[in-house]
């Protein structure tokens, strides 16, 4: 973050545009029959890079620049446990393999938006409707408000 914070606005300009045209890639690849797989473990080199966010940031950017919602839905589901050889055990829900369901308000295959309008989450075999998602969310803004308001220690 402190060596983008001292970019002048020439790099700043310079990353952009390396990204639209990175960017603008995506559907040539697919097209090419490459493996487009969502997330990144590079969370540590980059300060903007929020867990849960993120991907719903990324699979949105997919569609904006000409994946279908269902190509940007796969490269977050199934493109990287296949890519690992772990469609077996991930990838679809059934009886024996691992298996995180988002439980949605609104169809992504219509708008890939839709995949914030979370109403229930299963993970690891617990059930959080939206009502203890809603509570985790106050919990988290209350711990986070209170650390901002923490003496700092020396």
């Known amino acids: 973050m402190q060596r983008a914070a001292k970019d002048g606005p020439e790099a700043i300009a310079q990353r952009h545009a390396q990204f639209e045209q990175s960017a603008k890639l995506l559907p040539i690849l697919q097209q090419q029959g490459m493996s487009i797989i969502a997330g990144t473990d590079a ?18 950017l997919y569609v904006q620049y000409g994946l279908t919602p269902q190509q940007a839905l796969q490269s977050a589901v ?37 995949t914030r309008q979370i109403r229930l989450v299963v993970s690891r075999g617990h059930v959080y409707d939206r009502a203890a998602l809603d509570r985790m969310l106050a919990d988290i803004r209350a711990w986070v408000a209170k650390q901002e308001t923490a003496p700092a220690k020396s």
């Open 43 to 60: 969370g540590f080199l980059n300060s903007f890079d929020y867990p849960g966010q993120a991907l719903h940031d990324e699979i949105g």
């Open 78 to 114: 199934i493109n990287g446990p296949r890519f690992l050889g772990k469609l077996n055990r991930y990838g679809s829900v059934a009886a024996g393999k691992a298996a995180d369901l988002l439980v949605l308000d609104a169809n992504p295959l219509q708008d890939i938006g839709a």
